[in-house]
């Protein structure tokens, strides 16, 4: 399926890509296909400095696949809360599912906003807990 056939079966969905790079997004695709990832959370100041809505509970995510933008899998947003990156929670940080503890979690996820327009322990993140409505590739 092409990202347009995919706008017309969702539409008002938003398109996006998990990751910084493609073996990042193969990754955790293949967590959400597994039922593993269930959460993700995006820098505060990635919305305002681009402009984007926030998340909302309801609101279909078409994911891509990072090289080519083809639609990977539709996922739905469960809940979204704002919170500092160090007042994420144990419960949160394992649905993301990439990580066994917290503490590396933590180490990840800093790595991944220091590449990604910096980071600081009090910085706001979007956190967010979905479902997997289709995965394109099945």
């Keep these: 399926m092409d990202i347009e056939k995919a706008l017309e079966k969702y539409p008002g969905a938003s398109i996006f890509d998990f990751g910084d790079s493609k073996i990042l997004s193969d990754e955790l695709l293949a967590l959400v296909r597994k039922g593993k990832k269930t959460a ?3 820098a505060l100041r990635d919305y ?3 402009k984007e809505k ?3 509970v309801g609101r279909q995510y078409i ?3 990072y090289e080519d933008q083809s639609p990977a899998l539709v996922v739905e947003i469960t809940e979204v809360t704002q919170k500092r990156f160090c007042d994420v929670d144990e419960e949160f940080a394992l649905d993301e599912g990439e990580n066994e503890t917290l503490a590396e979690w933590q180490l ?3 790595s991944y906003f220091e590449r990604n ?5 009090n910085m ?10 289709e995965d394109f590739e099945q």
């Design 124 to 133: 706001m993140v979007v956190c967010e807990r979905f479902i997997l409505i």
């Design 63 to 65: 994911a891509v696949n």
């Design 117 to 121: 327009g910096g980071f600081d322990k």
């Design 54 to 56: 926030l998340p909302e």
């Design 108 to 110: 990840d996820h800093q």
């Design 40 to 42: 993700t959370c995006v």
């Design 48 to 50: 305002i400095s681009e």
